[in-house]
């Protein structure tokens, strides 16, 4: 049988793939932790208030959403512009849910949507290598999600009270760990012809967005553009 095939097996959460997911994000999940104390002290710059930063982290866990939004907060807030910001650097996350679909819709109703709420790039790069191999993801998914939610919430925490030695975390090149654990996640899963069109389609649109049109933009653009590419050319599914 294809691998594949089995990906697509009726699939459950088990506490212990939930717990080992947990345990398996958690080094990258301490490179988190830096950024949200980062975000906590800019965000305390910015003139928010301490309860407002831990219940900002804690409900809506989108780190670079949230250091956008840092830029447009004032006495008063311009609301469309900052829905659009949101929308525009969170868009990937409808691809994302996208892709997981077919595994996601094994669960309740509630488990998935609980799953979606703590999915960001390193948990579903790390259970989407899975699923393509044919093992269990669900639990890299939510428990890895865990890991990544816990330590931004409690990175944001320490950064109210710690943060002044972290004020500058891309100078110390902290920004391109993320970056590198996803190459690294591209590398070692799933290649071919198909793929490497993907990404180099969505690499090169997000590249001249980023250079030629307004801030933030480049995420759409080469989520959409590789999105396209790979829905013009399927994969041929074959069953052994």
Known sequence: MHHRDKALEPVELQFHEVLDGFRRLLPISLFVMIFG???????????LDRSTIVLM??????????????????????LLPLVATVF?????????????????????????????LV????????SMQAFDAGKPGLGLLFGGGLALW????AGSWLGLYLGSSLHDPVSLGLDMVMGCFLLAMVIGGQKSLRLLAIWSVAAGSALLAY???????????GALCGGIVGAL??????AH
Not at 37 to 47: E, K, N, R
Not at 98 to 107: D, H, I
Not at 119 to 126: F, G, Q
Not at 211 to 221: G, K, S, W
């Open 37 to 47: 104390a980062a975000f906590g002290l800019a965000a305390v710059q910015a003139g």
């Open 57 to 78: 982290s804690t409900l809506v866990f989108a780190g670079a959403a949230q250091f956008a939004v840092l830029d447009l907060w004032g006495a008063q807030v311009p």
């Open 88 to 116: 525009a650097i969170n868009a990937r996350h409808l691809l994302m849910g996208a892709t997981l679909y077919p595994w996601l819709k094994e669960l309740p109703c509630g488990q998935r949507y609980g799953v979606m």
């Open 119 to 126: 999915v960001s790039d390193a948990n579903w790069a790390m």
């Open 150 to 153: 816990s330590t931004w919430v």
């Open 211 to 221: 250079r030629y049109l307004p801030e933030n933009t480049h995420v759409v653009a």
């Open 233 to 238: 050319w399927m994969e041929q599914q074959h």
